[in-house]
């Protein structure tokens, strides 16, 4: 038996940084995926091979302590151990773990890009591997084991990336809770700075100046809150599709600037929302922790013109939109 299972990327639309503070933030699933094929082997050994992770190909075997790892690239590394961890965690669960499983994957989401490219991998990996072991599980269950998978890997983490990737659409998280919205269209392009920002740097830098002044910072982080709620608003709400794009790009503007006060942005990302605006895209921000890491823009009308400025103005842009679904089984094979 062979089990095809896909899971998307995810993008924060509105409130990250303000999030570590207790507010609300909206993220979504964006229609960019990783792939895993998960089947049986008989040597009762975790096989991962990383086809195409958007990263330079490679193989990785792993038996009991042993790792084999064919070529040895750093970020692939990474991703990797989010696979292992994924496969043991349904492995123990589904009470088969002396069952050899070999995985194969391949991804358009590139990784360290702060795209969610880690939980994606875990999600999907548990979705093809529970499945192949005969575990029904709901794709709320998968995102909450995808959130034990990161527990596990990186010792802490909120679970909005596997929440998203699992369950896809919008989710709106506030301390602890996550709330399903409505489905709308948002024709967007993220573009990619080409590098990456640390979050925990960035997390602790943006610490560091909410500690030396804290009657400057606090009200930022309040306006973005707001900002937050107001965007919910708007995507719940029966207003006609303008104008809640009108809407929701004013608020990406605002919360861009807001970030830029913070420090998180960077020259070629604030460059990258400048090129995306004159080339028409509604609204334009940062998304993710910045430092590098991406942008995007709402882009109803223009989404090729968007990506051509951005590509002009040294990104890698993707053109994408809002993806309904979260973990997929795409395929199952006898
Ligand atoms: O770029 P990402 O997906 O790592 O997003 C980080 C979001 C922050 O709010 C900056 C940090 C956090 O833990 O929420």
């Not at 038996?1 to 896909?6: D, E, G, I, N, T």
């Not at 896809?168 to 948002?186: A, C, Q, R, S, V």
């Amino acid at each position: 038996m062979r089990v095809l299972a896909s899971a998307p990327a995810k993008i924060i639309l509105f409130g990250e940084h303000s999030v570590v503070y207790g507010k609300p933030a909206i993220a979504a699933a964006i229609d960019l995926r990783t792939y895993v094929w998960a089947e049986f082997n008989d040597r009762g050994a975790i096989k991962i091979e990383a086809k195409d992770i958007r990263v330079p190909g490679l193989t990785v075997s792993f038996s009991e302590d042993e790792i084999y790892f064919e070529s040895d690239y750093g970020k692939a590394a990474e991703v990797l151990s989010y696979v292992r961890q994924a496969i043991e965690l349904v492995r123990e669960e589904a009470d088969a773990n002396g069952k050899g499983v070999t995985v194969s994957i391949t991804s358009q989401i590139p990784v360290g890009a702060g795209l969610g490219s880690s939980a994606a991998v875990a999600v999907a990996t548990i979705g093809a591997v529970s499945k192949l072991l005969g575990l029904e599980l709901t794709n709320e269950e998968i995102g909450k084991l995808g959130h034990k998978v990161e527990l596990l890997v990186q010792g802490a983490s909120s679970g909005i990336d596997p929440t998203v990737s699992a369950i896809g659409g919008f989710i709106h998280y506030e301390k602890g809770n996550f709330e399903h919205l409505p489905f709308m269209e948002l024709p967007i392009v993220v573009g990619y700075t080409g590098s990456s920002g640390s979050t925990k740097e960035l997390v602790a830098m943006v610490r560091g100046t909410y500690e030396e002044m804290p009657e400057v910072i606090e009200p930022v982080l309040v306006a973005m809150g707001k900002i937050v709620e107001k965007a919910r608003g708007v995507i719940i709400s029966d207003l006609d599709e303008e104008l809640r794009f009108a809407q929701l790009g004013r608020l990406m503007n605002i919360n861009h600037g807001l970030l830029d006060a913070l420090g998180v942005s960077t020259k070629k990302l604030s460059e990258l929302v400048y090129a995306a605006r004159v080339a028409g895209a509604i609204g334009a921000k940062i998304t993710g922790a910045g430092g590098g890491g991406c942008m995007y823009a709402l882009a109803p009308e223009n989404q090729s013109e968007v990506a051509t400025a951005i590509t002009i103005a040294g990104g890698t842009p993707m053109i994408t939109r809002i993806s309904r679904e979260g973990l997929r089984i795409e395929e199952v094979l006898p």
